[in-house]
């Protein structure tokens, strides 16, 4: 079965100080993973994919599936990344979520 | 707006009871998600259409059913209420090729609270 999880559900990091938001996943094919924020007040929205590489508000993610991993990291954080962060897998047409981290960047 | 609309934003209703919400999706889109959202359970999947055909399922009661129609909006009807169905209740969108795949992106809408009493 598909499974996403996210340790943590709280994580408080000093602005300016290294991000990363931990998520691991379970799944017997070959997964797309993703991860999705909602800041206040706004509507889920993706952050990035795993197949595109790509470095988006300075978030990175990559794919360890050795460690069936798929961490969210940001080498200095910004006030504004404060919001809750969605890890996703999409797998047999089925797109799960883990239960989120809400990342808190204090001043 | 040419987002995914879901109505009602609110509703209140007491067990027993049955109610339909609703979800149009992005302009050009096909494949409507459902999902509901309860506390500290995260986003649990419930049902997923593609151009009016049930594409896959997760763990939706047998009490909640969903359809998608022809102009490719999909309502989700929750009958005998309890009190363990109050949530938010999302619908996203996507532009789904068929042979092709989910191309890596959900676009949701604002959710719809249902508190039952």
């Known amino acids: 079965a598909q499974r996403v999880t996210q340790p943590e559900k709280l994580l408080s990091v000093f602005k300016g100080a290294p991000v990363e938001l931990k998520c691991n996943y379970s799944?017997?094919?070959?997964?797309?993973l993703f991860w999705y924020v909602q800041y206040s007040r706004q509507r889920l929205q993706l952050l990035l994919r795993?197949?595109s590489r790509e470095s988006i508000k300075g978030f990175t993610a990559d794919l360890n599936k050795g460690e069936t991993s798929f961490h969210l990291k940001k080498p200095f954080a910004q006030e504004e990344d404060s919001a809750m962060y969605y890890c996703a897998l999409n797998g047999d047409d089925k797109i799960i979520f883990g239960k989120g981290t809400r990342l808190h960047i204090l001043p | 707006d040419s987002g995914v609309t879901q109505t009602p934003k609110h509703l209140i209703t007491a067990t027993g009871q049955r109610v339909t919400l609703r979800c149009s999706p992005r302009?050009?889109?096909?494949?409507v998600y459902w999902y509901q959202q309860s506390l500290d359970q995260g986003l649990q999947f419930l049902i997923q259409y593609y151009n009016g055909e049930e594409r896959a399922k997760g763990n939706i009661l047998e009490r909640f059913s969903a359809q998608q129609f022809p102009d490719l909006h999909s309502e989700l009807n929750l009958s005998s209420l309890e009190l363990g169905d109050s949530a938010l209740y999302f619908c996203?969108?996507?532009?789904?090729?068929?042979?092709?795949?989910?191309?890596?992106?959900?676009?949701f809408g604002e959710g719809s609270r249902l508190t039952v009493l």
């Open positions: 799944y017997s094919g070959s997964p797309e």
């Open positions: 302009s050009g889109d096909l494949s």
């Open positions: 795993h197949i």
């Open positions: 996203a969108s996507s532009v789904y090729i068929s042979g092709g795949g989910f191309t890596g992106e959900l676009f």
